[in-house]
């Protein structure tokens, strides 16, 4: 794999992943939809009224892996964590279709 495929999707459910920090997000990209697990839960109060119908950036070609009993087809890009901020999403200025590649 010589670089990341970044794209925009719209997570469309946010579930819960009982016994674990992780929520499983729903995520269509236009042509196609995946799941994503996220590890996002204790930064959310609300994380479905937070997350769901919002666009974001997500890693699009890494290895699917199982993760907390769940497949997990990608990444989200999100902002901060390494810093010590709470994650926020990256999302685009204005509405643009799922699965436009970024950069």
Do not use: C, Y
Not at 39 to 54: H, Q, V
Not at 75 to 88: C, H, S
């Amino acid at each position: 794999m010589n670089k990341l495929d970044i794209r925009v999707g719209t997570i469309e459910r946010v579930e819960d992943v009982q016994g674990s920090a992780k929520l499983l997000l729903r995520v269509n990209f236009g042509d196609h939809q995946r799941t994503i697990l996220v590890g996002m839960k204790k930064e959310r109060s609300n994380p479905r009224a937070e997350l769901e119908g919002k666009q974001s950036l997500f890693v699009v070609n890494l290895p699917a892996r199982m993760m907390a009993g769940e497949q997990s087809e990608g990444m989200l890009f999100d902002i901060g964590f390494l810093d010590g901020i709470i994650p926020q999403l990256a999302i685009p200025e204005a509405k643009v279709p799922n699965g436009a590649r970024a950069g």
